[in-house]
């Protein structure tokens, strides 16, 4: 039966009505959904109605009022971090960058990076009896300068490291580390980068509870030593290949003998206790360790000895140009690494003799003599003699007093005692006094000024025995000797224990 007009006109409503409604699918939920989902939809575009501004909107430090009332653009999402485990390994992809330009400005800035004090937080998590925080150590903030200038570091405090100083030293290691990685020119060798020489266990025990601070960084430190079999320590270095290595001498040159360990790519080197390490006789051991690392890499040395009979052992481990770091100020501090020789003689003439032969002796292109400026004539005359070429500096042009000639030859330099400026004498490696120092406050002054970038600093005194001034001299001098681990002379001695008595 054929469908009327009405009928065909239903069917057809109905079908456009479903087009409609697939065209807009928010026609199909209710009034009051349709809302609630376009206020949604303007709140992630950031376009609110007032009422709404007023209603869903909290005070911001930004916007404390609500003034804006949502009519801020959208701020951009910040990135979130990705805290790896291995931080070292983390954001490699921005680190396309020229590693030249990246270790200028490392060096330009003032201060230690942020990484570096992630570093020493972590350390100390992990001893909390400490005295202070350990990022305000103004040593540790001088030995980072020194690492990144390039110039080797000697310890003068006269102890063996402590926990401040080695939390410092693995921190900034860890922070060369991690900016080595980065740079994918230059990829890290198979070498270990940190190489702690100790003279016992108990120190290694000790250096090495403070690196496993930084094992959740990606740092992995090893302890070789006698006591251990030698087999199980050769394995576990083969398969951790670890950052750090804390060993003593001679368990190392075995491992090494062995081919146990690659030590050719070592970067920095730290001898501790070189005191007792040349006591127990490691002295040769330590020197064939250094001769082992064939690559450019940085000394530091802690002395646990005054004496100057470990001089030129120091003098052996380390370059030309040092910094000097201490954590006394003590006389004998200062003056470590320093040669004092007092020469006593019997009169003027037998003085000049012995100040002609340490002229002989004296093998440094560069010799700084502080006397009276009325011995100027003769010890003129004497060095002329010598074939010395001389400068006499004075207030007006001792800021200009050359190190050393540059013919090659030697070069003397004579200042007068009662204008010399002691801030001038920090590249003076030796002093000559022939006529001692008319007090003890100024041969401290000398004593604590020269040879500030050095290890071979010598300061010679030339005393005669009628001179009545310097009897009271005698016991603040002998003091300072014994402190220092200087020889003193037997007749200073006597003279001072006369004086006291």
């Known amino acids: 039966?054929?469908?009327?007009?009405?009928?065909?006109?239903?069917?057809?409503?109905?079908?456009?009505?479903?087009?409609?409604?697939?065209?807009?699918?928010?026609?199909?939920?209710?009034?009051?959904?349709?809302?609630?989902?376009?206020?949604?939809?303007?709140?992630?575009?950031?376009?609110?109605?007032?009422?709404?501004?007023?209603?869903?909107?909290?005070?911001?430090?930004?916007?404390?009022?609500?003034?804006?009332?949502?009519?801020?653009?959208?701020?951009?999402?910040?990135?979130?971090?990705?805290?790896?485990?291995?931080?070292?390994?983390?954001?490699?992809?921005?680190?396309?960058?020229?590693?030249?330009?990246?270790?200028?400005?490392?060096?330009?800035?003032?201060?230690?990076?942020k990484f570096v004090m992630l570093c020493l937080s972590d350390i100390e998590s992990s001893f909390h009896d400490l005295e202070k925080p350990l990022f305000t150590s103004i040593w540790g903030i001088?030995?980072?300068?020194?690492?990144?200038?390039?110039?080797?570091?000697?310890d003068t405090s006269g102890t063996s490291s402590s926990l401040e100083q080695i939390a410092w030293i693995v921190s900034t290691a860890t922070d060369a580390i991690s900016t080595r990685e980065k740079e994918e020119e230059n990829p890290l060798s198979n070498s270990p980068f940190l190489l702690y020489l100790v003279p016992s266990q108990s120190k290694a025990s000790q250096v090495r509870s403070v690196c496993k601070a930084l094992k959740r960084l990606g740092v992995h430190a090893v302890s070789l030593h006698q006591g251990a079999q030698l087999d199980h320590q050769i394995s576990g270095l083969k398969s951790l290949e670890p950052e750090f290595i804390v060993s003593t001498p001679e368990r190392l040159l075995e491992i090494v003998a062995l081919k146990g360990v690659n030590i050719s790519g070592v970067s920095l080197l730290v001898i501790d206790e070189l005191g007792s390490l040349c006591a127990s006789g490691y002295l040769d051991a330590v020197k064939s360790i250094k001769q082992a690392i064939s690559s450019e890499h940085r000394s530091i040395v802690f002395n646990d000895s005054f004496s100057a009979s470990y001089i030129p052992a120091v003098q052996s481990l380390l370059g030309r140009s040092i910094n000097r770091l201490s954590l006394s100020d003590s006389v004998a501090s200062q003056a470590s690494c320093i040669i004092q020789t007092v020469n006593i003689c019997a009169s003027e003439k037998k003085t000049l003799q012995k100040f002609s032969e340490v002229l002989d002796s004296t093998s440094s292109r560069g010799i700084h003599i502080v006397a009276k400026e009325e011995s100027f004539r003769k010890l003129t005359a004497l060095l002329k003699l010598k074939g010395l070429t001389v400068i006499i500096a004075n207030n007006s042009d001792s800021k200009t007093i050359p190190a050393v000639t540059k013919g090659g030859g030697q070069m003397a330099c004579l200042i007068d005692i009662e204008q010399f400026?002691?801030?001038?004498?920090?590249?003076?490696?030796?002093?000559?006094?022939?006529?001692?120092?008319?007090?003890?406050?100024?041969?401290?002054?000398?004593?604590?000024?020269?040879?500030?970038?050095?290890?071979?600093?010598?300061?010679?005194?030339?005393?005669?025995?009628?001179?009545?001034?310097?009897?009271?001299?005698?016991?603040?001098?002998?003091?300072?000797?014994?402190?220092?681990?200087?020889?003193?002379?037997?007749?200073?001695r006597n003279m001072s224990a006369s004086m006291s008595g």
């Not at 409604?21 to 950031?46: E, F, L, M, P, W």
């Not at 002691?422 to 022939?434: I, Q």
């Not at 041969?443 to 009628?466: C, N, P, Q, W």
């Open 142 to 154: 001088e030995f980072w300068k020194s690492f990144h200038s390039g110039k080797d570091v000697v």
């Open 421 to 492: 400026d002691s801030t001038e004498m920090k590249a003076f490696e030796t002093v000559l006094l022939p006529d001692f120092v008319p007090s003890f406050e100024t041969y401290i002054e000398i004593l604590t000024s020269m040879a500030r970038d050095s290890v071979g600093g010598v300061l010679h005194s030339f005393v005669t025995e009628k001179e009545g001034d310097v009897s009271c001299l005698a016991g603040s001098l002998v003091n300072v000797l014994e402190d220092c681990g200087q020889i003193v002379p037997d007749c200073w």
């Open 1 to 113: 039966m054929a469908k009327g007009d009405d009928a065909l006109a239903r069917k057809k409503n109905k079908s456009n009505r479903k087009k409609m409604n697939r065209k807009n699918d928010s026609s199909a939920v209710s009034t009051r959904i349709a809302a609630i989902i376009a206020a949604k939809k303007r709140r992630q575009t950031g376009k609110r109605s007032m009422c709404q501004g007023m209603c869903f909107s909290l005070p911001t430090p930004e916007d404390p009022f609500n003034e804006k009332l949502g009519k801020v653009g959208i701020a951009k999402k910040k990135k979130k971090k990705v805290k790896s485990r291995d931080a070292l390994s983390v954001n490699k992809s921005s680190l396309k960058k020229s590693s030249r330009d990246g270790d200028e400005k490392t060096r330009k800035i003032h201060g230690p990076r």
